[in-house]
């Protein structure tokens, strides 16, 4: 029987190891194709894949478990739970990975794109640019199409000309920049707060005006320090929530 191949990823020895595992993983679960498989391959060509001992593999299959993403069944093997339900709640730990897992399983629809002057609220992220490249989507889930969240990407033009705008529709930008162009993304710096819908951001999610909203500022950096994108997203104050995770070191 074929199985489901996950993703690869570079390792943070700074991080847990499990962790980072079970977030790449969540990643591929909720970003894979209708026709991918459900069966996912042993704990020990897992533990081979991601490069980490068996016990490591089985505290991210356990983490993935616990969140109702698969089942494990004895003489059977592991499986992805078919009806899982997207965009459901994830711990962030601070891995570039967790951000990919947390945007992906939805539907994206490309509302605008178009190369504009560097908006004064962003000029300090930009300041070697006198333009940026700027994308909109609308973020769905993929059974019901409901409207979960909007995203403006402010995007450096250099990077927005190696951009397939196919892989908007299926990968979050922090994937496309990552593994379809080929970015040096070194950290992403995150601010969540809550806000009321403006007349705008209501008619896109179909919620009432003045609904409690979250609204998402990440600002993705290269191991140089240069800002590669400014992401503002408005996340449906219904359907996700965020929970950070400080481990003491």
Request: net charge neutral; hydrophobic share 40%; no cysteine.
């Amino acid at each position: 029987m074929t199985s489901f191949a996950p993703d690869s990823i570079v390792l943070n020895r700074k991080l847990p190891l499990w962790y980072q595992v079970s977030q790449s993983l969540r990643a591929s679960i909720l970003g894979r194709s209708p026709e991918d498989p459900l069966r996912l391959p042993t704990e020990e060509r897992l533990a081979g894949h991601y490069g980490v001992s068996v016990l490591t593999m089985r505290q991210a299959l356990k983490e993935l478990e616990d969140e109702g993403l698969i089942s494990r069944h004895r003489r059977r093997g592991t499986f992805i739970e078919p009806g899982v339900r997207r965009g459901a709640p994830v711990r962030l730990l601070g891995s570039v990975d967790a951000i990919v897992a947390q945007q992906s399983g939805m539907t994206a629809e490309l509302l605008d794109m178009a190369r504009v002057p560097v908006p004064p609220m962003w000029a300090e992220h930009f300041p070697d640019l006198a333009e940026v490249a700027v994308y909109h989507r609308l973020r769905g889930d993929a059974k019901t199409g409901e409207p979960t969240n909007h995203a403006v990407n402010h995007v450096r033009p250099e990077l927005a000309d190696r951009i397939d705008p196919a892989d908007l529709a299926r990968w979050p930008m922090t994937k496309v920049l990552r593994d379809g162009v080929g970015a040096d993304i070194s950290r992403i710096t995150d601010t969540v707060e809550a806000r009321l819908a403006d007349p705008e951001t209501a008619r896109l999610l179909q919620v009432p005006l003045l609904s409690p909203i979250l609204h998402y500022t990440g600002v993705t950096y290269d191991s140089s320090g240069r800002v590669l994108d400014v992401a503002v997203i408005h996340y449906r104050g219904d359907r996700f929530s965020f929970t950070v995770t400080l481990e003491a070191t």
